[in-house]
């Protein structure tokens, strides 16, 4: 079936047509029309399968069909989302699909002028797309009513539902009409955070796109055992020897993504690092560089491992293991979106293998080794130019070691 089969508005089809999208992908096929007919979903499907356009098409689509509606009601549809960058995002694919349509769609987002923000509100919106503080922020301030939404929408559903958010979901869901549609949609949830999700709906649809593989197929992915102090070494190899490439590096502390992008400041590999510490601004700003590709390489925290798409990713690489297992899906996720493939590699220190251990049995599969042997790991070592690394000096520690050993063998 393609779009232009669909029952939906001309307008989105020419969109949609525009925007290079011909036929539904699965998670559109399925959910679209459950949305369309009112229903609340629960959607999981894979990293990049396209569940944006999977909810702002019918959402789109219930918003023109209304008549008699006007703006001035107020905000039908609040999509929540936890990171300003993903609603920045999911911002641009609502007005992508809403183009030239009376459908107004607009992102709210904290560490960035409020002023701007009211105004636009003031003038009135249909689709508002927020991360909770500063929906708060305006709603408190008495600039925000959520009083004819007939939809909410929470992406990531269920790093939404968890602890930390959870509440802000629910407090949300107060100042909503008893009567509204509500979505789900994520690549990932486990059985706890799904009866959340039922406690907060009436009758909650559920579906489902290959559950059997958390990790979708366009990826490929496999884990490489590095110790922690050589691991910058590698990723100066990776860097250098695929300079036009774009790889996204997954570290576990903004302490560590500033360490690593000095690292590789000394080898002479421009990069960018992406964290909750940075300015909002530059925040924006790294990804958007990144995303043009002036520069290569970005070093970020899990911050940026759920939902952002950039077409050309090329590698993710999880320099540090993730710790929460549900996480490494998102992160290898970012590569391989939509109709292309991608690569994905873990280094995985001694320290980190019970990690591996937990997030294999979460994936219910092993990773693929990649094997190196020590000839290979040597060579990636004398492959720096960090003048850092004291070769001589290693070598000669090495070579103590090892006549210690001996000697103590022989007493
Ligand atoms: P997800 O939220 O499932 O991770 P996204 O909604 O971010 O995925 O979409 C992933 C990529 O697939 C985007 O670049 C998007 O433009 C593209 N895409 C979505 N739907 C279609 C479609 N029907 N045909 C072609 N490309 C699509
Ligand atoms: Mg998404």
């Known amino acids: 079936m393609k779009f232009d089969d669909y029952r939906i508005a001309d307008e989105i089809k020419l969109n949609l047509a525009d925007a290079g999208f011909k036929k539904p992908t699965d998670i559109q096929y399925k959910a679209i029309p459950a949305i369309l007919k009112g229903e609340d979903v629960?959607?999981?499907a894979q990293t990049g399968t396209g569940k944006t356009a999977a909810f702002a098409i019918p959402v789109i689509d219930m918003i023109l069909k209304q008549k008699h509606s006007t703006r001035s009601e107020g905000i039908k549809c609040l999509v929540m989302v936890p990171t300003r960058e993903l609603a920045t995002?999911?911002?641009?694919?609502?007005?992508?699909i809403s183009k030239h349509t009376k459908?107004?769609?607009?992102?709210?987002?904290?560490?960035v002028e409020q002023d701007p923000q009211i105004f636009k509100l003031e003038k009135g919106i249909d689709i508002l797309i927020a991360t909770p503080g500063r929906l708060f922020d305006l709603i408190?301030?008495?600039?925000?009513r959520l009083t004819s939404v007939q939809t909410l929408i929470l992406d990531e559903a269920d790093h939404m539902l968890k602890l930390g958010f959870l509440k802000d979901i629910q407090d949300v869901i107060k100042y909503l009409p008893k009567k509204h549609q509500t979505l789900f949609f994520s690549a990932t949830i486990d059985e706890e955070i799904k009866k959340v999700a039922y406690s907060l709906v009436t009758r909650a649809i559920r579906i489902q796109i290959s559950p059997n593989d958390r990790?979708?197929?366009n990826i490929n992915h496999s884990v490489t055992y590095i110790d922690m102090d050589d691991k910058r070494y590698f990723l100066e190899r990776m860097a250098k020897e695929n300079a036009e490439k774009k790889i996204l590096v997954f570290v576990r502390t903004k302490v560590r993504a500033e360490r690593v992008f000095k690292a590789l400041e000394r080898v002479g590999v421009a990069s960018l690092t992406l964290h909750g510490d940075k300015d909002q601004q530059d925040r924006f700003q790294a990804l958007e560089q990144f995303r043009q590709g002036e520069v290569n390489v970005l070093v970020a925290t899990d911050v940026s491992a759920r939902g952002i798409d950039i077409a050309e990713v090329d590698f993710v690489v999880n320099y540090d293991l993730p710790e929460q297992v549900e996480n490494y899906v998102h992160r290898v996720g970012r590569t391989g979106r939509g109709t292309k493939k991608g690569l994905a590699?873990?280094?995985c220190s001694p320290e980190e293998k019970p990690l591996l251990a937990e997030i294999q049995a979460y994936l219910g599969k092993p990773i693929n080794v990649v094997d190196m042997s020590k000839e290979e790991y040597r060579e990636t070592i004398d492959f720096t130019e960090d003048t850092n690394l004291d070769l001589t000096s290693l070598m000669k520690e090495v070579e103590e070691f090892e006549s210690k050993k001996k000697k103590q063998k022989k007493r």
Do not use: D, E
């Open 89 to 96: 995002q999911i911002t641009q694919v609502f007005q992508q």
């Open 140 to 144: 408190n301030q008495g600039h925000l």
């Open 345 to 347: 590699v873990s280094f």
């Open 42 to 44: 629960l959607a999981i």
């Open 215 to 217: 990790v979708a197929k």
């Open 103 to 111: 459908v107004r769609a607009f992102g709210i987002v904290g560490g």
